[in-house]
């Protein structure tokens, strides 16, 4: 997992966000997949959000 602030405001109060990268694993129909994601991540309410781009 990488994380590094992001260029952007939390909608939630304005503050600091980091933008995390990871790799989760995921089973559909049998199989384990894995999946690169990406987040941020509200510095001051711990609260994860995605944006439309």
């Known amino acids: 997992m990488t994380e590094k ?8 109060t ?4 980091l933008e995390i990268e990871d790799v989760e694993e995921n089973t559909f129909r ?3 997949y894995r ?4 987040y941020y991540k509200c510095e001051d309410t711990g609260e994860q959000f995605t944006t439309t781009a």
Do not use: L, Q, T
């Open 14 to 17: 304005g503050g600091k966000v």
């Open 35 to 38: 999946v690169n994601v990406r």
């Open 5 to 12: 602030y992001a260029n952007i405001e939390s909608p939630f």
């Open 30 to 32: 049998g199989e384990r």
